[in-house]
Each structure stands twice: as C-alpha cells, then as structure tokens.
Nanobody, 119 residues
Framework: QVQLVESGGGLVQAGDSLRLSCAASGRTFSNYAMGWFRQAPGKERELVAA????????SYATSVRGRFTISRDNAKNTVYLQMNSLKPEDTAVYYC????????????WGQGTQVTVSS
C-alpha cells in the first residue's frame, strides 16, 4: 500500500501561484510514477500532469502546459505541482495518484486538496 497526503491548496486570485505537495508513505516511492489529477464540480476527473519514476519523463494537459510544473523528490518521498498564472477554470479538487504504469496512473490516490481561483 501507498498512502498519499496532499497539501497546499487554498483560495487565491487569478494570476496568483500555488504549490501543491503530495507526501507518500508505505511502499518505495521511487517505484511509482506519480500524477496530479483534478475534478471540478460537475466534471470528470482529468489528468493534469504526470511524472515518471526518476522524473525523466513528464506530461501535461494542454490546458496547463506552460503554467504548471510537476516535479518529485525521491529522497523526500514527495511530488509537487507548481501552479502559476492561475485561472478561475483551474478551480477544482486536486488529487495526487501513484501508479506502476506512467500512462495509467491509478493504483493509489490521495484524499484531495481544494484549489479555488477567484476572478
């Protein structure tokens, strides 16, 4: 089992920045690709960003590319999502996930953290 705990969400204004963190415990963190997903009210959960085991591969949703950056620190068992130039449409609950397959990260999930961007 892998336990994931997100932090760093909050209420910000459009144009502001936030950094989300996801701390992992349990099995070896560096065995898993990691992803950030989000779900807005009335919408399906979507992949925002993903990072491979050693951080050599990253992928981003088109809507966040150039504004968000995913990174990981395997020594700290933590994955981050730096979010810049936030927009109201970024408002959602953000979830951290871990998986053994980079293109299908869904083995373990955190409880989510709310990000609200006001206009």
């Amino acid at each position: 089992q892998v336990q994931l705990v997100e932090s760093g969400g909050g209420l910000v204004q459009a144009g502001d920045s936030l950094r989300l963190s996801c701390a992992a415990s349990g099995r070896t963190f560096s065995n898993y690709a990691m992803g950030w997903f989000r779900q807005a009210p009335g919408k399906e959960r979507e992949l925002v960003a993903a990072i491979s085991i050693y951080g050599t591969s990253k992928s981003y949703a088109t809507s966040v590319r150039g504004r968000f950056t995913i990174s990981r620190d395997n020594a700290k068992n933590t994955v981050y999502l730096q979010m810049n130039s936030l927009k109201p449409e970024d408002t959602a609950v953000y979830y951290c996930a871990a998986g053994t397959v980079f293109n299908n990260i869904n083995d373990y999930w955190g409880q989510g953290t709310q990000v609200t961007v006001s206009s």
